[in-house]
Nanobody, 123 residues
Framework: QVQLVESGGGLVQAGGSLRLSCEAS????????MGWFRQVPGKEREFVGI????????HYADSVKGRFTITRDNAKNTVYLQMNSLKPADTAVYYC????????????????WGQGTQVTVAS
């Protein structure tokens, strides 16, 4: 069992930066690929990025490539999403999720989800 808790969301001006954190419980954190997703009301949850269990593999959605960076610290059971050059279109609730040994963008393949953290980018 893995529990995920996101933090770091908030209100930022366009062009600004935020860093989200996702802390996981459990001793098996390093086995999981960790994904970030986001959702706005009335729309489907969309993939943002993923980092593999070994950190060698990282993949981003085209919409955030070059602006967002995912890292993880297995010693702290934490994954981070550094968001730079934020745009109003990035406004959403951001979720982290854990996939057991699967490097996937398909949200249906994820085993555990956090509660989400709101990111609002003002124009």
């Amino acid at each position: 069992q893995v529990q995920l808790v996101e933090s770091g969301g908030g209100l930022v001006q366009a062009g600004g930066s935020l860093r989200l954190s996702c802390e996981a419980s459990g001793r098996t954190f390093s086995r999981y690929a960790m994904g970030w997703f986001r959702q706005v009301p009335g729309k489907e949850r969309e993939f943002v990025g993923i980092i593999g269990w070994s950190t060698v593999n990282i993949h981003y959605a085209d919409s955030v490539k070059g602006r967002f960076t995912i890292t993880r610290d297995n010693a702290k059971n934490t994954v981070y999403l550094q968001m730079n050059s934020l745009k109003p279109a990035d406004t959403a609730v951001y979720y982290c999720a854990a996939a057991n040994r699967e490097f996937t963008t398909d949200l249906r393949r994820y085993d555990y989800w956090g509660q989400g953290t709101q990111v609002t980018v003002a124009s």
